[in-house]
C-alpha cells in the first residue's frame, strides 16, 4: 500500500466515525402514543372471573391479563344498572350531570308500592358531552366501538370511527345468530378486523360486550363441558359459564392477534364491567346484593390495568376507583388533555399505576338514584321485596358506605372494612359518623344539581304494598 493510499485511508476512517457520532447523536423517532384495547362486560359480577375468585367459570385469558396487570379489588360501576353506568363511563360525570338514572325514562315497578313521584330523567346522552372518544380522535387515534351502546345517539356521533351494534348485525335475537353465529365471537372477530386495519395510528377500540347479559343463551359447543363439570360452592350456573366462556376465549383470540401484528407491548388493556351480576344466575358472596341494588353486589366490578413497561404485574390495589375514572386515565394514557369548560367527575388512575403520589385517597365517591327498579319475581335478598332500589342517594368515604333513602329519610351505615356484607347497620350506633357523611353526601348533592324526589305519588296505596311485601315474602 502506497503512502497516499495509506493517508486516505485514514482519512475515510475518521470521516465513517465522525458521521457515526452524528447518527448516534440524534434524537430518536418519538415513540407514538400506546394502543388501548377497553373490554367492557355487560351484568359481569364481581366474583364472575376466576382472578376474582370464581369456582366454577372459566377464564384463563382474562386470569392471565390480570396476573400482569394490576387489578384493582375495590372498583366500583357509576350506577347499578346498565344505561347509567354507560352514560357516567363515556361522559367521566356522576348521573346528576347528564341526567341518566335509569333504562328508558318510565316509572318502574307498580304505582300503588311508589311513594314518591320518580325523577324520570333521560333516555340520550346530549350531543354536547364531549366523550373521551372524541378527544382521543381529537388527538390522532383511530376509534372503534363494537357492542352495547345504550346511549340513545350513536357511537360514530360522539367520537367512534367505526361502530358495530347488535342492530347493525342482521339476524341476531339474542346472543345467536344466523349460521350459528355466536354474538360475542363476531364482535371479537370485528375487534381483531379493526386492530389489523389501523396499524399505521394510534387506535382505541372500545369492546362492549353485551355478554353476559339476559337472555341467557349458551355457546352450545360449550354446554357439554360445563354440564359434566363438578358445581362450585360460589357458582354452578351451566349456561352463565358458556357465555362467561365465549368473552374470555374472544379475549384470547384478541391478544394472539395483538402478538401476531407486533402490537402486544404498546397496547394498554383495561377490563371492566358496567354493574354487578344477574342476581337469579350468579353470586358476588360474601357482598350483599346484586344487579339493580346499590349495595356492595350491585355496583362494585372486576377491574384490572395492563400496560407493559409502566405496570408492573401481579399488583393489587384496594384503593376505591368509580368508571368515571376512565375517562381522565384514558386521556392521561393517549397524552391528550380534558376537554376545557366540561365538568369531569374522575381522577386519573395513572399515577396509581405508576406507583407514584395521587389524590384518589383524599375523594369520596358518589351513587345517586331517583327512580325505583323493581325486583326480580321471586329472586330477592334485599330490605324490601318490591324493589332493588327504592329512590337513594350514596356516598363511600374510606371504609365507610352510607345509604340514604328518600321515601322514608331512612340512613344504613356499613363499616366495609368489618362488614364487606353490610349485614349490621351502624347508623344508631355511629350517629356522629352518619352525620357528618350526610353532610358531605347533600354538599355533593347541592354542588353537582341531583334531583331529589319528594313530591309523593297520589296512587300510591299503602295497604296495597303491605299485601305484596307479605305475598312476595311467602314465596321465600
Excluded at 380 to 397: A, G, H, K, T, V
Excluded at 448 to 475: C, H, M, T, Y
Amino acid at each position: 500500500m502506497s503512502r497516499l493510499d495509506s493517508i486516505v485511508g485514514r482519512v475515510a476512517a475518521v470521516l465513517l466515525l465522525g458521521w457515526a457520532g452524528v447518527f448516534a447523536q440524534e434524537p430518536a423517532a418519538p415513540r407514538r402514543a400506546p394502543n388501548i384495547l377497553f373490554v367492557y362486560l355487560d351484568d359481569f359480577g364481581w366474583r364472575d372471573a376466576g382472578f376474582m375468585g370464581s369456582d366454577f367459570y372459566e377464564t384463563p385469558h382474562l386470569d392471565a391479563l390480570a396476573a400482569d396487570g394490576m387489578v384493582f379489588t375495590d372498583a366500583y360501576a357509576c350506577a347499578a344498572n346498565c344505561a347509567p353506568s354507560r352514560a357516567c363511563l363515556l361522559s367521566g360525570q356522576y348521573t346528576p350531570r347528564h341526567g341518566i338514572y335509569n333504562v328508558g325514562t318510565k316509572p318502574r315497578g307498580q304505582a300503588a308500592h311508589r311513594r314518591l313521584l320518580h325523577v324520570s330523567g333521560t333516555d340520550t346522552l346530549a350531543p354536547e358531552v364531549v366523550t373521551w372518544a372524541e378527544v382521543l380522535k381529537a388527538n390522532g387515534y383511530r376509534t372503534g366501538m363494537f357492542g352495547k351502546w345504550h346511549l340513545g345517539t350513536t357511537p360514530e356521533e360522539q367520537g367512534f370511527d367505526v361502530a358495530v351494534e347488535r342492530g347493525r348485525l342482521k339476524g341476531f335475537r339474542g346472543h345467536n345468530g344466523p349460521d350459528g353465529a355466536y354474538l360475542a365471537d363476531v364482535l371479537t372477530d370485528r375487534t381483531i378486523e379493526f386492530i389489523r386495519e389501523s396499524a399505521d395510528q394510534p387506535w382505541c377500540a372500545y369492546l362492549a360486550h353485551f355478554a353476559v347479559h339476559t337472555p341467557l343463551q349458551p355457546k352450545k359447543d360449550l354446554l357439554p363441558k360445563y354440564q359434566a363439570k363438578e358445581p362450585g360452592e360460589l357458582h354452578d350456573h351451566v349456561v352463565m359459564a358458556t357465555m362467561i366462556q365465549a368473552v374470555d376465549d374472544g379475549v384470547g383470540r384478541i391478544v394472539a392477534g395483538l402478538d401476531e401484528f407486533g402490537l402486544t407491548d404498546d397496547t394498554v388493556i383495561v377490563f371492566s364491567s358496567d354493574n354487578g351480576g344477574y342476581g337469579p344466575a350468579t353470586d358476588m358472596a360474601p357482598l350483599k346484593g346484586y344487579k339493580g341494588t346499590y349495595y356492595e353486589g350491585g355496583i362494585r366490578v372486576p377491574f384490572f390495568v395492563r400496560w407493559p413497561g409502566v405496570v408492573a404485574g401481579g399488583g393489587r390495589s384496594a384503593e376505591p376507583i368509580s368508571g368515571i375514572d376512565v375517562y381522565p386515565t384514558l386521556c392521561e394514557i393517549a397524552g391528550a388533555e380534558l376537554p376545557e369548560g366540561q365538568p369531569s367527575d374522575g381522577l386519573s388512575l395513572v399515577p396509581l399505576l405508576r406507583g407514584e403520589e395521587h389524590d384518589l385517597v383524599e375523594r369520596a365517591l358518589f351513587w345517586h338514584f331517583p327512580a325505583y327498579l323493581q325486583s326480580y319475581s321471586v329472586f330477592d335478598e334485599q330490605r324490601d321485596p318490591l324493589f332493588r332500589s327504592r329512590p337513594c342517594s350514596i356516598i363511600r368515604m374510606g371504609d365507610w358506605k352510607l345509604h340514604q333513602y328518600f321515601e322514608d329519610g331512612r340512613f344504613e351505615l356499613y363499616d366495609l372494612r368489618e362488614d364487606l356484607g353490610e349485614t349490621t347497620n351502624l347508623a344508631s350506633a355511629e350517629p356522629g359518623r352518619a352525620a357528618a357523611m350526610l353532610v358531605r353526601l347533600q354538599a355533593w348533592q347541592e354542588r353537582v344539581g341531583a334531583p331529589v324526589p319528594s313530591e309523593p305519588n297520589p296512587e300510591f296505596d299503602a295497604e296495597a304494598e303491605a299485601a305484596a311485601i307479605e305475598k312476595q315474602l311467602r314465596k321465600r
